[in-house]
């Protein structure tokens, strides 16, 4: 099975790299083997396809070394000149340029993928998925193929062209249509026209011909896919677009943490306090967090910690991020009784908080540290630069020897 996930540069923020952990750690291992991902970064910016391709390579190396992951990009010679473009449908000109490009990259892709598998499933890069996707995908596929269903798409979301699944063998009817009317409509409405074509009579009632689509146009319920980006890759187009029959996102991820006392001076949005997400009730959504400020946990009474997770941003707010800033603790032993210290293993700041991680370019710091720094009194995350985002903690785990 081949997913071709297209991303474009967006002017506002890419959800590509939530995009690509939530495909991959909805599979399980078998299906990581039997599946193919092909990233194609559709731009003719060199230097930008080469900056997304080495955030990929940094944050998936081991599914890039496996062949999970490919990564493509165009030629610009494939695309015709934008600017000898016919305007159409009463379509603004920019309107008519991003989705006469949309409709080439999606053919471009195709053919790349193709060859590569038996199912090709048409993804965007800014969607959310459920765990057991390619099980559900795989099977409803097999099945209606076993069903002697002459199908040439299975729908798995309600939403423009996300999680539209076909034969691979099917893709050059598909390719060719889409490079035939480029010009002339969305590749939405190009695949509706495709199938129409293919089952509809002209001498026949339109519900002849709803029928006759509804047998190779095969939907499944409940959507498999979700949208989660707000901001299309169309300058400007605010795109809220949601699949109501994919049910709720999940946006926080609760954990029982030890008894602390919570305390930080980034004001929160409503009651999206770090309180509430301490306890698993919510997420933390603060406003412009600056340098100095400081989410700080005081245990009570002091605990020895094994490990730590805290996962910045959410799925329909990707940005909303906490950028350059620490994990730090305050034991209760004094340094010299730690061996940690006394072999430089941690740094130590001036008000004598010894630093234990740091939140990557995701938006994630985790660590373990197996209790060698004995009771702990106060864990903080410690903010070292202003943000010009606000910041959402939609996960806090503090892991105790007690408690997992």
């Given at each position: 099975?081949?997913l071709g996930v297209?991303?474009?540069k967006?002017?506002?923020?890419?959800?590509?790299?939530?995009?690509?952990?939530n495909?991959?750690?909805?599979?399980?291992?078998?299906e990581?083997e039997?599946?193919?991902?092909?990233?194609f970064i559709?731009e003719?910016?060199?230097d930008y396809?080469h900056q997304?391709?080495?955030?990929?390579?940094?944050?998936?190396?081991?599914?890039?070394?496996?062949g999970?992951?490919?990564v493509?990009?165009?030629p610009?010679?494939?695309?015709p000149?934008?600017?000898?473009l016919?305007?159409?449908l009463?379509?603004?000109?920019?309107?008519v340029?991003?989705?006469t490009?949309?409709?080439?990259?999606?053919?471009?892709l195709?053919?790349?993928a193709?060859?590569k598998?038996t199912?090709?499933?048409?993804?965007e890069?800014?969607?959310?998925?459920k765990k057991?996707?390619?099980a559900?995908?795989?099977k409803?596929?097999?099945q209606k193929?076993?069903e002697?269903?002459?199908w040439?798409?299975l729908?798995?979301?309600?939403l423009?062209f996300?999680?539209?699944?076909f034969?691979?063998i099917?893709?050059s009817a598909?390719v060719?249509?889409?490079?035939v009317?480029?010009?002339?409509k969305?590749?939405?409405?190009?695949?509706?026209?495709?199938?129409?074509n293919k089952?509809?009579?002209?001498?026949q009632p339109?519900k002849?011909?709803?029928k006759?689509?509804?047998n190779v146009?095969?939907?499944?319920?409940?959507?498999?896919?979700q949208?989660i980006?707000?901001?299309s890759?169309?300058k400007g187009?605010?795109?809220k677009?949601?699949?109501?029959q994919?049910g709720k996102?999940?946006?926080y991820?609760?954990h029982e943490?030890?008894?602390?006392e919570v305390e930080t001076q980034i004001?929160?949005y409503?009651t999206?306090?770090?309180q509430?997400?301490?306890?698993?009730?919510s997420?933390?959504?603060?406003?412009?967090p600056?340098?100095?400020d400081?989410?700080?946990?005081?245990?009570d009474?002091?605990?020895?910690i094994?490990g730590?997770?805290f996962?910045s941003?959410n799925v329909?707010?990707?940005?909303d991020r906490?950028y350059?800033?620490?994990?730090e603790?305050l034991p209760?032993?004094?340094?010299t009784n730690?061996?940690?210290?006394a072999?430089?293993?941690y740094k130590v700041?001036?008000d004598?908080?010894?630093i234990?991680g740091?939140?990557?370019?995701?938006?994630?710091?985790?660590?373990?540290?197996n209790g060698?720094?004995?009771?702990?009194k106060t864990?903080?995350?410690?903010?070292?630069?202003?943000?010009d985002?606000?910041?959402?903690?939609?996960?806090i785990?503090i892991?105790?020897?007690?408690?997992?």
């Amino acid at each position: 099975m081949v997913l071709g996930v297209p991303t474009v540069k967006r002017q506002v923020q890419s959800y590509l790299m939530t995009t690509l952990r939530n495909l991959v750690d909805s599979m399980t291992q078998d299906e990581m083997e039997e599946c193919i991902i092909v990233v194609f970064i559709a731009e003719w910016d060199i230097d930008y396809v080469h900056q997304v391709a080495s955030q990929i390579e940094r944050k998936f190396p081991e599914h890039l070394g496996s062949g999970l992951i490919e990564v493509i990009s165009p030629p610009k010679a494939f695309y015709p000149d934008m600017d000898k473009l016919e305007q159409t449908l009463g379509d603004p000109m920019e309107r008519v340029k991003w989705r006469t490009k949309q409709n080439l990259d999606f053919a471009f892709l195709m053919m790349y993928a193709q060859p590569k598998g038996t199912f090709y499933v048409q993804l965007e890069d800014d969607i959310q998925t459920k765990k057991g996707y390619i099980a559900t995908m795989k099977k409803f596929a097999l099945q209606k193929t076993s069903e002697k269903k002459n199908w040439f798409v299975l729908d798995f979301c309600q939403l423009g062209f996300i999680g539209k699944a076909f034969k691979t063998i099917d893709l050059s009817a598909l390719v060719t249509f889409l490079l035939v009317f480029h010009n002339d409509k969305p590749c939405d409405w190009l695949l509706d026209h495709l199938i129409q074509n293919k089952v509809c009579r002209f001498d026949q009632p339109a519900k002849h011909c709803k029928k006759a689509k509804e047998n190779v146009w095969i939907h499944y319920k409940p959507s498999l896919f979700q949208h989660i980006g707000t901001h299309s890759s169309l300058k400007g187009k605010v795109q809220k677009l949601k699949d109501k029959q994919f049910g709720k996102v999940q946006l926080y991820f609760p954990h029982e943490n030890p008894k602390a006392e919570v305390e930080t001076q980034i004001k929160p949005y409503k009651t999206y306090t770090l309180q509430r997400a301490y306890k698993g009730e919510s997420y933390f959504w603060g406003l412009l967090p600056q340098q100095g400020d400081l989410l700080q946990f005081t245990f009570d009474p002091p605990v020895v910690i094994k490990g730590f997770l805290f996962r910045s941003g959410n799925v329909e707010h990707p940005s909303d991020r906490l950028y350059n800033t620490t994990v730090e603790v305050l034991p209760v032993e004094p340094f010299t009784n730690i061996p940690a210290i006394a072999n430089k293993k941690y740094k130590v700041t001036e008000d004598k908080y010894l630093i234990i991680g740091d939140f990557d370019d995701m938006g994630v710091a985790e660590g373990v540290i197996n209790g060698e720094l004995g009771e702990i009194k106060t864990l903080r995350l410690h903010v070292h630069i202003d943000s010009d985002n606000w910041a959402i903690l939609s996960e806090i785990h503090i892991e105790t020897p007690e408690k997992r």
